[in-house]
């Protein structure tokens, strides 16, 4: 095939496709194309390009066009533009090499084998004339006389799909068809023929309850839409179904390996832009020879992963003798997900295998597919998977090429079956600005673009918002773009599409609701957020938690809710849009303010708990709320946020608003909370100084409230200070706060804190008494020990036995830590164990083991989005690296990390470990400033750990200027010190006193 009319018009060059997307250009193509062999006149092109209204320069625009056409064509040398007799153009090339009259010749030569008693034969010949009969033709064309051309080519289709699956049922095809069958009545309602073929096809397979209502559908359908009703031979074979008239058994389909070969691809995107280097990826993978025949496609929602796998597929159906398998296994849908069983049953069933024969087994229906399939050249598209598990049995005998969509990564199929993976991400606003133009023709390039954006350069939204400005074209791109911004729920919709129409099939969807199940539908939708907790549901609901239950459990059979997780509920964007209006209409105000409350207070109830899953909602709440006198309490949970340095420009916004309305309102506990919260935020940005002052003032406002906020305070201060260098005011601190909370039963502020009194006591070198404050932390939380605290616990006596020299014993305790938090899926928790275990390595002197686990720290605290920590992580990796001998990179690193604002103490550190480095390469003079800061520094804490490595750096740097007494003295003084958390590194890292470095060799 040379020349494709459907579709986008296409020249098929032996590199692929190229696609004519300039409309006037495709339109001269595609008149040429229509009568090949056969003289088109200027006058008739410029009468099918521009119709009644032609440019004064039209024949010159005439000329460069086939000027560009033969320019496109010179990859084919068969196929030529020639110039007739008179002012006409010939393109030269047989009829077969475009795809219409491919499809014309296909149906003509099966109408021959039909009728000569060879049906099997001429339904060979109907499958391939459908497989190219995919889309509308002369896709993005306009005028009058590409309209009639795409109408004929419509019209044939239709009646070369009735044809073809008349056949497929007359040969007992009907479950090997009905999926794809279906897709094709759903995109045709009024082609009464295809659904005539539909409900056999249902009734053959033992489905006649799904015969019946797509009869139904069709009839309420023709009614709304046409006035009309279901013609008679409809509703005869309505009648047979309900009488299970013998008449319709037809043919049992034969198992085994004598079946129709399977194209069950859905119909191809009428328009596909972009995705070139996935689509390359796909070919490149399809070809290899050395490659497990595995690809995932991943991304978000309607971010076009189904139509890059079935645009492919079409493009290249030809590679797979096999035939074409696809399952939609609705892993993320309204509906719940195709289990494995369901799937392989209806693949073996598509490959002809009768019902009866296919296990109920798991295991062995696996089996019996990857037999089936075994080098048989099939392609099978397992769309919209949930998971590795759901798809994993689902997997083809060799010889054959898999592709699954997702949105999840699926890495397990990466990791254990080679599957290659192919990450789809939104469009970019060019590919978005070329897709529209291709939809909609001519617009202005600042239109365009600021419609792209408008859709997030999503393509499920670009083509809605595309079906809406063709509707309305007087309107036009900005028209549309203003529209949008004031209401999406409307703007993104097409009022003559049922499928589109959101509001009128949420009305009538509402309407079937019972008034319990209405009530909860529209106090859900009154809550801002994405999404929400069933708890929170049930807190809403003016009903019993049990009918509260069954009201939900109505709401998710209307696919009004979805349940994406347990526990959780959430609407679609436009579902959820929706119940807000309801809401406003159905509720009063009271009602309404008074779930904002319920809202607000639950949220900060849960203000000590993991904010993982509320996170979005309580900004997208704030931001909604941005007024409400009562703010504060809603963004306390985002104190965790702060905690794990995540996202903190944003908390800092809302922190600030919430601060202001507090004080707007004489609202002292808000005053306190959110002036506690911007100092935690200043303590993470590295604002010390901030942070004390702001702690200061929280400690003020603290002392006219109760325990609790003086134990915040108390302990935030504690935390600033040792941030700050001031070890033993910030033990002090924390150790007050402590006392404080454990003496008013307040078990949460202990564990919050408990990591700074650990660290500061240990730092100190007194260890005993901060494994006697863990011990009474630990006792008085016996039994309210949650997953985390178990994790963080063996953190924090691994810290203590890191300080009392017991390496073996610390590692053992990071080990179980490591293995609880990633059984907890925490990438937070499992990064700190990760840095933990790193350090007991370095501490031991393993610096290969330290910096393989740092290494692997750093990626888990990139996906944990802990870019707060990562200056600590490059200073904790240079560190590593003197220890190796890689001078030169641990000095980059330390540079690289202090262009960050750092804390007082990851400087110092880093004094030590650029002092080491500069020693390593040779240049004490550049050593002996850093060593003497860090050993000045670390003495004033003090930090006898700390200081001991100093002075090793400042011993050495002495030595090699040849100052020996200052060396010896240095060291004589780490030997004092001589901390047991350097037990494991003294030999090897302390230098000397003759002079001689034992450190090792440099590697610059």
């Known amino acids: 095939m040379l020349i494709r009319l459907i579709g986008t018009v296409a020249i098929v060059t032996p590199d692929g496709p190229v696609e004519v997307t300039a409309p006037k250009l495709a339109g001269v193509l595609a008149a040429l194309a ?115 051309f795409r109408d004929g080519v419509h019209r044939e289709r239709l009646g070369l799909l009735t044809e073809r699956f008349r056949l497929e049922l007359e040969l007992g095809n009907h479950s090997a068809v009905v999926e794809e069958l279906s897709t094709v009545v759903d995109s045709e309602p009024a082609a009464e023929p295809l659904v005539a073929h539909l409900m056999l096809a249902y009734y053959r397979c033992g489905r006649p309850a799904d015969a019946l209502n797509r009869f139904e559908l069709t009839r309420r359908w023709l009614r709304d839409e046409l006035g009309a009703s279901p013609s008679e031979r409809l509703t005869a074979l309505h009648r047979q179904i309900l009488n299970h008239d013998p008449a319709l058994d037809g043919v049992k389909p034969q198992s085994g390996t004598d079946h129709a070969t399977p194209a069950q691809l859905p119909a191809d995107a009428t328009v596909f832009t972009g995705r070139g280097a996935e689509l390359g990826d796909l070919s490149r993978l399809a070809r290899s020879q050395n490659y497990t025949g595995l690809a995932t496609v991943v991304g978000v929602g309607g971010v076009g992963k189904t139509a890059l796998a079935v645009h492919w597929g079409h493009d290249h159906r030809d590679r797979f003798p096999g035939g074409q398998l696809y399952v939609n ?38 089996e019996m597919f990857r037999s089936a399939t075994s080098d048989s050249g099939t392609l099978v598209i397992l769309d919209n998977a949930h998971g590795v598990a759901q798809v994993r049995p689902l997997l083809p ?20 079956d080679g599957a290659h993976p192919i990450r789809l991400a939104t469009l970019s606003e060019d590919q978005s600005a070329a897709l529209l133009r291709r939809l909609l023709g001519r617009a202005g390039d600042e239109e365009i673009h600021r419609l792209a954006r408008l859709c997030g350069n999503l393509p499920l939204a670009l083509r809605i918002a595309a079906a809406r400005i063709a509707e309305a074209p007087d309107d036009g791109v900005s028209g549309y773009c203003d529209q949008l911004q004031r209401d999406r729920l409307s703007s993104l919709a097409v009022d003559d599409d049922p499928e589109s129409a959101i509001v009128d099939n949420l009305d009538l969807s509402l309407r079937g609701l019972d008034a319990q199940a209405r009530n909860l539908f529209c106090r859900i939708g009154s809550l801002p957020g994405d999404d929400v907790a069933a708890d929170l549901v049930r807190q809403v609901s003016s009903l019993s938690e049990t009918d509260t239950d069954r009201a939900l459990a109505r709401l998710a059979s209307g696919h009004l809710v979805e349940q994406p997780q347990q526990g959780r509920y959430r609407m679609h964007d436009l579902v959820r849009l929706y119940a807000g209006k309801r809401a406003h209409t159905e509720l009063s105000v009271t009602e309404r303010a008074a779930l904002i409350d319920v809202f607000i207070d639950w949220h900060h109830d849960r203000a000590y708990q993991p904010v993982e899953d509320e996170e979005a909602n309580i900004f997208a709440a704030a931001e909604a709320l941005a007024e409400h006198p009562r703010l ?25 608003t919430g601060l202001r309305l507090s004080r707007t309102t004489g609202d002292d506990l808000g005053v306190f909370r959110m002036t506690n919260m911007l100092s935690s935020i200043a ?39 040792r941030a700050a260098g001031n070890l033993r005011g910030a033990a002090d601190r924390v150790a ?43 006792t008085r939380l016996d039994g309210q020990m949650t997953d985390v605290d178990q994790v963080r616990f063996r953190i924090h006596t691994s810290t203590i036995l890191i300080a009392e020299g017991r390496f073996w014993e610390a590692m053992t305790m990071v080990e179980e830590a490591l293995e609880l938090a990633r059984g907890q899926a925490n990438g937070y928790l499992t990064a700190q164990c990760l840095g933990q275990l790193s350090e007991v390595f370095y501490r031991f002197g393993w610096a290969e083991s330290a910096q393989s686990v740092l290494l692997t720290e750093l990626t888990s605290s990139q996906g944990s989005d802990r870019t707060a920590v990562e200056p600590q992580i490059l200073c904790d990796h240079a560190a590593i690296l003197v220890d190796l001998g890689e001078h030169q990179r641990a000095a980059q690193l330390v540079e690289a990390a202090l262009r960050s604002k750092l804390p007082p103490t990851i400087t110092m550190n880093a004094d030590i470990t650029l002092a080491t480095a500069h020693n390593g390469l040779g240049d004490p003079v550049a050593a002996l400033p850093a060593a003497r800061r ?57 230098p000397a006193p003759t002079g001689e470095s034992r450190l090792g060799a440099s590697k610059a």
């Open 329 to 366: 296994l609705r892993g993320f849908d309204n509906g719940d997900p195709i289990t494995p069983v369901e799937a392989l049953d209806r693949m073996l069933t598509a490959l002809g295998h009768d019902g009866s024969t296919i296990p109920s087994n798991l295991d062995a229906a696996a």
């Open 934 to 990: 860090a050993v000045d520094n670390f003495a004033a804490m003090p930090w006898p750990a700390r200081h001991e490595e100093a002075l090793w750096a400042l011993a050495d740097a002495h030595a090699r200027l040849g100052d020996i007494d200052a060396a010896r003295e240095s060291l004589a003084t780490a030997d004092a010190i001589s901390s047991p958390a350097n037990n494991g590194r003294r030999q090897r890292m302390r």
């Open 632 to 656: 504060w309490r809603l963004i306390l949970p985002l104190r965790n946020t702060i905690n794990e340095g995540r996202s903190l420009d944003r908390v800092q916004r809302v922190v600030d």
């Open 34 to 148: 229509s009568r090949p062999g056969v003289a088109v006149s200027q006058h008739e092109l410029i009468d099918r390009v521009w119709g009644s209204n032609p440019p004064d320069s039209v024949f010159n625009v005439v000329y460069s066009y086939i000027a560009r056409l033969r320019t496109l064509l010179k990859p084919l040398p068969q196929v030529r533009i020639d110039r007739a007799s008179g002012s006409s153009y010939t393109l030269n090339l047989p009829d077969d090499q475009v795809d219409v009259h491919m499809v014309h010749s296909l149906v003509a030569e099966a109408t021959e084998l039909g009728d000569a008693g060879d049906p099997a034969d001429a339904l060979k010949l109907l499958r391939r004339a459908s497989t190219l009969a995919h889309a509308p033709a002369l896709i993005g064309v306009p005028g009058p006389w590409a309209k009639s």
């Open 397 to 416: 005998g060799s010889g054959c090429f898999t592709i699954i969509t997702s949105r999840n990564r699926l890495t397990g199929l990466s990791v254990r």
């Open 736 to 778: 007050k706060a402590v006392d404080l909370a454990l003496c008013n039963d307040n078990l949460v502020s202990p564990r919050v804190f408990v990591t700074t009194l650990v660290e500061s006591l240990t730092s100190l070198g007194d260890p005993v008494t901060a494994r006697e404050h863990l011990t009474r932390i630990e």
């Open 683 to 721: 303590n993470r940005e590295g604002d010390l100084d901030g942070a004390i002052r702001l702690g200061e003032t929280a400690a003020r406002l603290a002392d006219s409230l109760g325990h609790r906020e003086q134990t915040i305070a108390s302990g935030n201060l504690g935390v600033f200070h």
